[in-house]
């Protein structure tokens, strides 16, 4: 239509919530007051803490509070319980800026990097499933983690993730690429994001703040996000190691209970709180007139009904003209079945109960729980059931209300058994369809770490649980090792299906496990292996299961350097499932992280015996043949990669490396040229064919490399440092002093920037300087053999 667009359904839904929103008056006037302060002003307030219990109406709160802020022309983001880490927070509130008309370029240039990364680290992750576990509970192919540009890696990662979960796979990457770039930005950027993202954040909200009198950001369902939000946030407040957010900045926080002292209590004079409480009489009685609800006795059965708690009475307040029903004991539950006998259409009211036993709905979900519906059409009822009160929208989906979901789902349990666990049957018969469907064409190991595959699996284990919650139990915890191997943040969605799922039944077995897996992932540090620990625990944990839990905390050992628990899990792993491949190799790379090639290769050549598909035990033969000084082997493994995959990056770079080290620079070339063409922002790459044109005198392609690459990854010392390279061999030695200097500054521990620095410095006869810097090489790598053996021929020179 010609002009402005129509207004979207949420709009409208929108637009009609706020015409009808009363109460709440003295709150919303310490909200809007704030705005009338300025920052330098002792009464202005930075954060805002609205907590209540469920149904009080902190959603709708919060809905005004956005609407007020904006009134005062704040720049405004709202963040919700579907962001399951701080990465995520990060790109909702990147979104919604841009969609405001201030976009945070540089904050989207790093997590597109991020992102970037990762998808290179999942890439170049030769992780294959060998044989053994099943989808449910099989994730083989994520060895973790790290950065570098091309390390394996898969999923969303947070400051709660375990460390040596997103280090997993660094021993085969740090052979391949050397130790001089393990401490690349790329590496940080992966295994710690919040240091690398979070001051991008800081200083894009303090450039946008000049442009704008106010920004507000909203959390809401904090009681849901806070467990790995609240140091961040804090350390956001109080100006931590991320920077100061603007002055003119103010946070609000909405969830259920009081903020975490542990985390909090330092700060309490800077949260303003805003307690909730059920509506007071005039309050409810005045919604209740604005509803249209004026008899006094509906009014009078209304309030006793709602507890006068805004979610109820909104659900109620349609209902004005229904018989009081009587003797029921829970008011929560008196007041669905009221709604529900007000809804005079049955097929609606089968449909409003169906509706809340899935936990997030959309169209297909909700064909899929109303089942046949009654002949009615199930696109038409969720059409109405959208407008009810107590659905709203969060992640793109539509879910009910607690408050309302809770005791609908009570009543369909205690009513018929039978028809509840049918319904479960069901749902969980959709989602596993759904779930083949998300993996349709992928391998095991790309099914586990696809998002897509892991959510429908998260629902089906849901509802399998609702069902029969003992005979499910086992098949659900199966699933835990698979979700320990994806990280922190889908082992915290996987405990959290437990408690869901024991709260929808009432089992406290079902609650207190999940509760349990909740608190092991509160420890930052070693959260994963802890709920691992619990798992192995567990008797119901079948061999399969603790094969894959034991191989992926001997992973995480590894990435950790406690190589005695690392054979040990290893060990333990192949005891139980000898056919797997996997814990061949992982034991191999212990092995070669040691220093002990005949043995690696050993467990290497077991691996390659068991391997069923894919590349992973051929390229990491490859690399241990590399180190262990036999080339011709390395490039015979890395020719069988490339066999079976002819477009794999990684076995093409490391095939390039060994020709290099063998004279064969136009072997070399040609191979990081086709790396390229297929990969083109590979950094590692890029920096390798640099050095493979420097080896040529082609000084011209090496610049032209290395300012490509420093271009995407610009505080990168790796390729700082080898543009010092480049500029020493052209004799340009103080620049090139200049560059390692640059080197050094990002990475002081960067033995192979001081060793080369020296160079230069006996190049233009400081002799002193030059002995000094290989001292200091040795001194931070006492194996470096390089930097010795210059170090005994300059000094063999000046006798």
């Given at each position: 239509m010609a002009g402005s667009a129509r207004p979207s359904m949420q709009e409208?839904?929108?637009?009609?919530?706020?015409?009808?929103?009363?109460?709440?008056?003295?709150?919303?006037?310490?909200?809007?007051?704030?705005?009338?302060?300025?920052?330098?002003?002792?009464?202005?307030?930075?954060?805002?803490?609205?907590?209540?219990?469920?149904?009080v109406g902190k959603t709708t709160l919060v809905r005004e509070f956005v609407r007020t802020a904006r009134e005062r022309q704040a720049l405004t983001a709202t963040v919700d319980e579907s962001v399951n880490s701080v990465p995520e927070v990060l790109e909702a509130l990147a979104d919604q800026f841009a969609r405001l008309g201030h976009p945070l370029k540089a904050l989207d240039r790093a997590l597109a990097t991020y992102r970037r990364r990762r998808d290179e680290a999942s890439a170049a992750s030769l992780a294959q499933p060998?044989?053994?576990?099943?989808?449910?509970?099989?994730?083989?192919?994520?060895?973790?983690?790290?950065?570098?540009?091309?390390?394996?890696?898969?999923?969303?990662?947070?400051?709660?993730?375990?460390?040596?979960?997103?280090?997993?796979?660094?021993?085969?990457?740090?052979?391949?690429?050397?130790?001089?770039?393990?401490?690349?930005?790329?590496?940080?950027?992966?295994?710690?994001?919040?240091?690398?993202?979070?001051?991008?954040?800081?200083?894009?909200?303090?450039?946008?703040?000049?442009?704008?009198?106010?920004?507000?950001?909203?959390?809401?369902?904090?009681?849901?996000?806070?467990?790995?939000?609240?140091?961040?946030?804090?350390?956001?407040?109080?100006?931590?190691?991320?920077?100061?957010?603007?002055?003119?900045?103010?946070?609000?926080?909405?969830?259920?209970?009081p903020l975490a002292p542990n985390c909090w209590a330092d700060c309490a004079d800077l949260v303003t709180e805003v307690p909730l409480t059920p509506f007071t009489e005039s309050e409810a009685r005045q919604f209740l007139t604005a509803k249209g609800v004026v008899d006094d006795t509906v009014v009078r059965d209304v309030l006793r009904l709602s507890r006068r708690l805004p979610v109820l009475l909104s659900t109620l307040a349609v209902a004005e003209n229904a018989a009081l029903p009587g003797g029921v004991d829970d008011p929560s539950a008196t007041a669905v079945e009221r709604f529900l006998k007000w809804e005079r259409e049955p097929t609606r009211r089968a449909a409003a109960l169906a509706g809340a036993l899935p936990r997030r709905l959309n169209e297909?979900?909700?064909?899929?729980?109303?089942?046949?519906?009654?002949?009615?059409?199930?696109?038409?009822?969720?059409s109405w059931l959208r407008t009810m009160p107590f659905v709203s929208d969060s992640g793109g989906f539509a879910h009910y209300h607690d408050v309302v979901r809770d005791p609908m789902l009570r009543l369909q349990r205690s009513v018929s058994p039978d028809r509840w666990r049918a319904a479960h049957d069901r749902l969980a018969e959709s989602f596993g369809q759904r779930r083949e469907s998300a993996g349709a064409g992928l391998q095991?190991?790309?099914?586990?770490?696809?998002?897509?595959?892991?959510?429908?699996?998260?629902?089906?284990?849901?509802?399998?649980?609702?069902?029969?919650?003992?005979?499910?139990?086992?098949?659900?915890?199966?699933?835990?090792?698979?979700?320990?191997?994806?990280?922190?943040?889908?082992?915290?969605?996987?405990?959290?299906?437990?408690?869901?799922?024991?709260?929808?039944?009432?089992?406290?077995?079902?609650?207190?496990?999940?509760?349990?897996?909740?608190?092991?992932?509160?420890?930052?540090?070693?959260?994963?292996?802890?709920?691992?620990?619990?798992?192995?625990?567990?008797?119901?944990?079948?061999?399969?299961?603790?094969?894959?839990?034991?191989?992926?905390?001997g992973e995480g050992h590894s990435d950790e350097a406690r190589y005695a628990a690392a054979f040990e899990d290893f060990d333990r792993a192949i005891g139980l499932a000898p056919q797997w491949a996997r814990a061949y190799t992982g034991r191999a790379l212990v092995h070669r992280a040691l220093g002990q090639y005949e043995k690696a290769l050993e467990d290497h050549d077991r691996a390659v015996e068991r391997r069923v598909s894919g590349t992973r035990p051929f390229w990491h033969r490859g690399e241990t043949n590399r180190l262990a000084g036999r080339p011709e082997a390395a490039i015979a493994d890395f020719d069988q990669v490339l066999v079976i995959d002819p477009g794999h990056?990684?076995?093409?770079?490391?095939?390039?490396?060994?020709?290099?080290?063998?004279?064969?620079?136009?072997?070399?070339?040609?191979d990081l040229d086709l790396a390229l063409d297929i990969k083109p922002d590979h950094i590692w790459s890029l920096v390798r064919r640099a050095q493979v044109r420097r080896s040529l005198d082609d000084t011209g392609g090496a610049r032209a490399d290395l300012d490509r690459a420093l271009a995407l990854s610009p505080r990168n010392p790796w390729i700082v440092g080898e543009r010092g390279e480049l500029l020493r061999q052209e004799g340009r030695f103080e620049d090139a002093i200049a560059e390692y200097d640059r080197a050094l500054a990002l990475d002081p521990g960067y033995a192979w920037a001081v060793g080369s620095r020296a160079m230069a410095h006996e190049a233009l006869g400081r002799r002193v300087e030059a002995l000094a810097d290989l001292d200091r090489a040795l001194t931070m790598k006492p194996s470096y053999r390089w930097a010795a053996d210059q170090r005994e021929r300059i000094l063999a020179a000046t006798l």
């Open positions: 409208l839904i929108n637009l009609r919530r706020h015409a009808g929103f009363v109460g709440r008056r003295s709150e919303l006037a310490l909200f809007r007051a704030n705005f009338d302060t300025q920052p330098e002003d002792l009464e202005h307030r930075f954060v805002f803490h609205v907590h209540g219990n469920a149904g060998e044989q053994g576990p099943t989808a449910g509970s099989l994730a083989v192919a994520q060895a973790g983690l790290v950065g570098l540009g091309m390390v394996p890696g898969v999923g969303a990662l947070t400051g709660a993730v375990d460390p040596a979960q997103l280090a997993r796979g660094a021993d085969h990457v740090r052979a391949a690429l050397g130790t001089r770039t393990s401490r690349q930005e790329d590496a940080r950027l992966l295994t710690d994001p919040l240091h690398v993202l979070t001051p991008t954040l800081v200083a894009e909200l303090d450039r946008v703040a000049s442009q704008a009198p106010w920004i507000a950001v909203f959390f809401d369902t904090y009681e849901r996000t806070g467990p790995f939000l609240d140091t961040w946030l804090r350390d956001l407040v109080i100006g931590g190691p991320y920077g100061s957010l603007p002055a003119n900045a103010v946070i609000t926080l909405s969830g259920q209970g297909d979900i909700f064909t899929s729980a109303v089942g046949d519906a009654g002949g009615a059409d199930p696109s038409a009822l969720y095991t190991w790309e099914q586990v770490e696809s998002e897509a595959w892991w959510v429908e699996r998260l629902e089906e284990i849901y509802h399998l649980l609702c069902a029969q919650p003992r005979l499910a139990f086992a098949r659900a915890l199966g699933d835990g090792p698979a979700a320990c191997a994806a990280g922190a943040e889908s082992a915290r969605r996987w405990a959290h299906v437990f408690t869901e799922a024991g709260e929808a039944v009432t089992d406290d077995a079902l609650r207190d496990w999940g509760s349990h897996c909740l608190a092991a992932l509160g420890d930052e540090q070693r959260g994963v292996e802890k709920l691992l620990g619990m798992l192995l625990s567990r008797t119901e944990l079948d061999d399969t299961g603790r094969a894959l839990a034991f191989m992926i905390r990056v990684l076995a093409l770079a490391s095939r390039a490396r060994t020709a290099h080290t063998q004279g064969r620079s136009a072997a070399a070339l040609a």
